[in-house]
């Protein structure tokens, strides 16, 4: 965590996030820290197809994300004020001010005394063809 972001809730409609992950994807084959990691979202993703057209599905729970309907998504601040070309959340309002947001870095510190132990899987929230 070496950069002090803090973690924020922004709302932002479907549509925005297909955009926001469509620029996470847009720089595949090449790491990217615009690389999207996700939660709550399953996306499918053709990175042969041209940058900006590359998404073929997301799905938030079990649901086809709705382009009209809004969605709250926890960030970075970095992210939410339009970081690596994260443009489309520059505009949402953050539920809280960044300042009072916390720090991710506590936020993970926390998460890790929860849980005890951290176990990594894959389990297929993004799935490139």
Excluded: C, H, W
């Excluded at 090449?30 to 900006?52: C, H, M, N, T, Y």
């Amino acid at each position: 965590m070496p950069f002090g972001n803090r973690l924020v809730t922004i709302d932002v409609r479907g549509s925005a996030l297909k955009v926001a992950i469509e620029n996470g994807l847009s720089r595949l084959p090449a790491p990217s820290g615009r690389f999207p990691q996700v939660a709550g979202l399953k996306i499918e993703a053709d990175p042969s197809r041209p940058a900006g057209n590359r998404v073929l599905s997301i799905k938030v729970g079990d649901m086809p994300l709705d382009a009209n309907k809004t969605y709250s998504v926890a960030t970075i601040d970095f992210m939410a004020r339009g970081g690596d070309d994260y443009i489309s959340f520059r505009d949402a309002k953050p539920v809280l001010p960044p300042a009072d947001s916390p720090t991710i870095a506590y936020e993970v510190i926390d998460y890790i005394r929860s849980i005890g132990t951290i176990r990594t899987a894959v389990d297929g929230r993004i799935v490139l063809s």
